[in-house]
């Protein structure tokens, strides 16, 4: 955001480690604030972070690099120690290397006469405040650095890590060998890619976003950065159901899902598509489904088909009919179903979800990407985009976010790469990270919810870029609501389903927000306004 959108609810930029670098060279040299002032406003939101829990403070080390991360934690120290605390401070590394900003902030501290510690007894400690490395980490941590990692892991101390914690790579959000483990990071000025992803957002703790005066450039374009949904999206992107609608008008549903006995997949999605407020569901499914269909979902209507004999004519009408159309939920690789998924494609010219088998089928048969309609959302998890692309699982893991752009640029589609921390790539560039959910949501069925949401804000949103990333957050939230329920180890997707009036109806009050983000929130933000 600029500094004049701040509050104007535009989603929450992530970035990455250049683009931090960047923006503060833009806050510096366009905007004219001086570097120190910056630093000045990062110490004072992490000593204000650290005074939330003033009792943890009876005794703090601040351990500092050689860069301005080690430059910010020099300057914790001094206010600390202005305040009235008992302080230390040590700086790591060979004083040939110090940054400028550091050697400035280190003469200052001198004046005031700041404990400055070589080596420190570090179990004497309360509270221990790491200002290693920042977004300037840019290789695995070897040596005394190492060591000191390791040091204050062991202790017992509250830990609070200033902008990453030492050792976690802000781009990929992987340990580079060894990286403090923190209960809080306050993070300046906007959340980086690294604590959006496992395992960095773990090592993190809870997140605080703080304001220091560094802003998006003004005119930036929306896909200049990845961002993140928050509840306050959901409520300007989602469209106001129209007072006057009919069942037509809040969109028809076509599901092509469900193979002879897989049932349970069609009716998730069906069952979590009608509870995210579409008009109509139409489950194109296999014959022996029909009785068990009507049974759990009443309310949606059926076209079967009998072994041996797909119905391509019927197929051709229920296309005609939907408005969106969703493929592949329990939908088996066979024969049959391969063919019904090829002559969807080269019918169907509506907005379409594929997921689970229609990508295992799309993998196995690579030519049907010619036949893609214009607006089509991929929900692969990881597995699933391994292989359609062969890539490895790790390779895949490692660079998500590069992972997701490629594929979505190279076949023009919406990719919602599906993880603990799922994200979304769209080909004009743009992309979220989502931040909701929680690990109860990795239960069988849970993927098929997805679908049955997405398919259902296609069908009324403007934007299907961000009615996917909308509908990954909602699954999440609504994860988060059944995880509060019943826990996140007897959670199903049933409840995920069972979880969503709850999310559409009342929204996320200001500790659903908090849950739903994992602990990452923005220091000073309203939440009560929302
Ligand atoms: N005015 C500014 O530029 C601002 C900078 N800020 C702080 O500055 C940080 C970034 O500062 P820097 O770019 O100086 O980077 P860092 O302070 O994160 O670290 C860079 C230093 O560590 C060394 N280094 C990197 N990886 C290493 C490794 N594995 N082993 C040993 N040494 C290693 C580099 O050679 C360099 O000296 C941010 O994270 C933030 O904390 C904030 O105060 C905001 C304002
Ligand atoms: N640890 C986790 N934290 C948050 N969300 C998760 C986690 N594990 C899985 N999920 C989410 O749960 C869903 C699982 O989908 P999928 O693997 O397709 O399941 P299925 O094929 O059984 O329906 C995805 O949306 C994924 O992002
Ligand atoms: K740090």
């Known amino acids: 955001m600029t500094c004049g959108e701040k509050e104007a609810g535009r989603m929450k930029t992530v970035v990455s480690s250049v683009q931090a670098k960047e923006l503060d060279q833009y ?9 120190l002032i910056l630093m000045e406003r990062a110490a004072l939101a992490v000593v204000d972070a650290l005074e939330k829990k003033a009792e943890t403070l009876k005794c703090v080390l601040v351990v500092c690099g050689t860069g301005n991360n080690g430059a910010d934690g020099v300057a914790v120290g001094r206010i600390l120690h202005l305040k009235g605390y008992d302080v230390n401070v040590c700086c790591l590394g060979e004083e040939q290397r110090y940054s400028p900003e550091l050697r400035q902030q280190l003469e200052i501290a001198k004046k005031y006469c700041v404990s400055l510690v070589n080596n420190p007894s570090w179990n004497e400690y309360t509270t221990i405040v790491d200002a290693i490395f920042g977004v300037g980490l840019s290789r695995n941590v070897t040596g005394f650095y190492l060591e000191a990692i390791k040091q204050i892991n062991q202790t017992f101390a509250r830990k609070v890590a200033v902008d990453v914690p030492s050792g976690l790579c802000s781009d990929s959000g992987r340990i580079l060998g060894h ?27 809870e997140t605080c976003v703080a304001d220091i005066g560094i802003y998006e450039r003004k005119n930036e374009t929306p896909e200049a950065y990845t961002h993140a949904v928050e509840w306050q999206d959901v409520r300007c992107l989602l469209p106001k159901r129209a007072e ?23 009716y998730l999605c069906a069952s979590a598509c009608l509870r995210s407020g579409a008009g109509m569901v139409k489950i194109h499914t296999a014959q022996e489904n029909r009785e068990i269909l009507q049974t759990l979902l009443p309310e949606a209507l059926l076209s079967t088909y009998a072994e041996g004999q797909a119905d391509f004519q019927m197929l051709k009408e229920d296309l005609e009919w939907c ?23 080269e019918n169907c010219a509506k907005p379409l979800v594929l997921d689970a088998d229609a990508l295992n089928l799309f ?28 890539k ?13 752009d490629e594929f979505a640029k190279r076949h023009q589609v919406i990719c919602v790469l599906k993880d603990a921390r799922t994200v979304i790539a769209v080909p004009d ?24 949401i997405t398919a259902a804000l296609l069908a009324v949103g403007e934007d299907p870029a961000h009615m996917a990333a909308l509908a990954v957050y909602l699954h999440g939230c609504a994860g988060d609501v059944a995880c509060g ?46």
């Not at 006057?244 to 349970?264: P, W």
């Not at 690579?366 to 959302?377: F, M, Q, R, S, Y």
């Open 429 to 452: 560039g743009r992309s979220w990270v989502n931040l909701s959910g929680n690990s109860g949501m990795a239960t069988a069925g849970s993927g098929d919810v997805l679908t049955g």
């Open 363 to 390: 993998g196995k048969n690579p030519h049907w990407a010619k036949k893609l309609p214009k607006t089509c959302v991929f929900t692969p998890h990881l597995m699933e985009m391994s292989r359609m692309t062969g």
């Open 323 to 345: 408005d969106v159309v969703a493929a592949g939920p329990g939908l088996g690789q066979g024969p049959q179903e391969c063919s019904l998924l090829q002559f969807l494609l």
């Open 244 to 266: 006057n609608g009919n069942k037509g008008s809040f969109g028809k549903v076509l599901f092509l899902a469900g193979s002879r006995q897989m049932a349970g997949a069609a």
């Open 392 to 404: 490895t699982l790790e390779e895949i893991q490692r660079e998500p976010f590069h992972s997701a």
């Open 27 to 35: 806050a510096i040299e366009e905007m004219k604030m001086p570097s």
């Open 179 to 205: 990286a403090v483990r923190a209960d809080e990071t306050v993070t300046f000025a906007f959340l980086k890619k690294g604590l959006c992803l496992y395992p960095g957002c773990e090592w993190a703790g």
């Open 485 to 530: 329920r019943k826990g996140d180890r007897s959670m199903t997707a049933q409840d995920i389903i069972g979880a969503l009036p709850e999310v559409f109806k009342r929204g996320v009050d200001k500790n659903g927000e908090k849950q739903s983000n994992k602990g990452i929130y923005i220091a000073g933000r309203d939440c009560a306004k929302f």
